[in-house]
C-alpha cells in the first residue's frame, strides 16, 4: 500500500504518524517512510512495475477499472478474487483504494479462445458486481470502445437517450467520434 499525504510540512509530519500508528495497528510490517524525492520515485517505481510484472501468469491481460464506495472495496476484492476461481481465471487487483477505484487485471492466454471467453465474463460479472455495490463500471479510465457494450449496466435508459439527445444537439451531423458511442 502507498499512501501519500501532502500539505505544510506539520500536516504532513501529523498526518504521516498517524497513517502508520494505523497500518501498525491492523497488523501492518516493513512501512517505509520516504525523506526525499529520489525516495518517493523508488516507491512509485514498484507500483509501476505490478502491471507488467503480471504478464508471467498469462499472456494477454485484460485491465479494467471499477469503482465502489471506498466501504464497499474489500467486498469488490472479495468477490471479483471469487468471480476469478469460479471462472479458473488468475485475477490481480491494486489501484486507488482511497477513492474506490480499483484496476482488474484477467490474466488468459492469447492463444486459447476458451481462456479468453472465461476471462470475458469474468469481465461482465465484475462490472455487474461493481454496480450492485453501488459503484460503477469505470472509475477513471471512462466508457469506451470497450466497455460501450455494458455502459447500460451503470447507466437506465432514459438517461442514455438524454445523454444521446444532447450528443445530437453538440454533434448534429454525428461527425465528431462517429460511432463511438452513440449511432
Same mark, same amino acid.
Given at each position: 500500500m502507498i499512501v501519500a499525504v501532502d500539505g505544510f510540512r506539520e500536516e504532513v @509530519? %501529523? $498526518?504521516a504518524q498517524t497513517i502508520e500508528r494505523i497500518l501498525k495497528d491492523n497488523g501492518g510490517f516493513d512501512i517505509l517512510r520516504s525523506r526525499s524525492r529520489e525516495e518517493e520515485d523508488r516507491l512509485w517505481d514498484v507500483r509501476r512495475a505490478i502491471s507488467p510484472s503480471l504478464m508471467k501468469y498469462g499472456t494477454l491481460k485484460i485491465n479494467e477499472d471499477v469503482v465502489v464506495p471506498r466501504s464497499r472495496v474489500p467486498e469488490l476484492i472479495r468477490?471479483? @478474487?471469487e468471480i476469478g476461481r469460479r471462472h $479458473?481465471?488468475?485475477v490481480a487487483n491494486f489501484g486507488h483504494a482511497g477513492d474506490g477505484n480499483i484496476h482488474v487485471n484477467f490474466l488468459c492466454n492469447r492463444d486459447d479462445?476458451? &481462456?479468453i471467453a %472465461?476471462? %470475458?465474463?469474468c469481465v461482465k460479472e465484475t462490472f455487474a458486481l461493481s454496480?450492485?455495490?453501488g459503484g460503477s463500471i469505470s472509475g477513471e479510465h471512462g466508457i469506451g470502445y470497450v466497455k460501450a457494450a455494458y455502459l447500460n449496466m451503470a447507466i437506465d435508459a432514459p438517461t442514455l437517450e438524454i445523454m444521446k &439527445?444532447?450528443?445530437k444537439v453538440f454533434d448534429p451531423h454525428g461527425i465528431l467520434n462517429p460511432g463511438k458511442m452513440f449511432v
Open positions: @509530519e %501529523r $498526518n468477490q471479483v @478474487e $479458473n481465471t488468475f479462445p476458451d &481462456s %472465461r476471462a %470475458r465474463m454496480v450492485s455495490l &439527445s444532447i450528443k
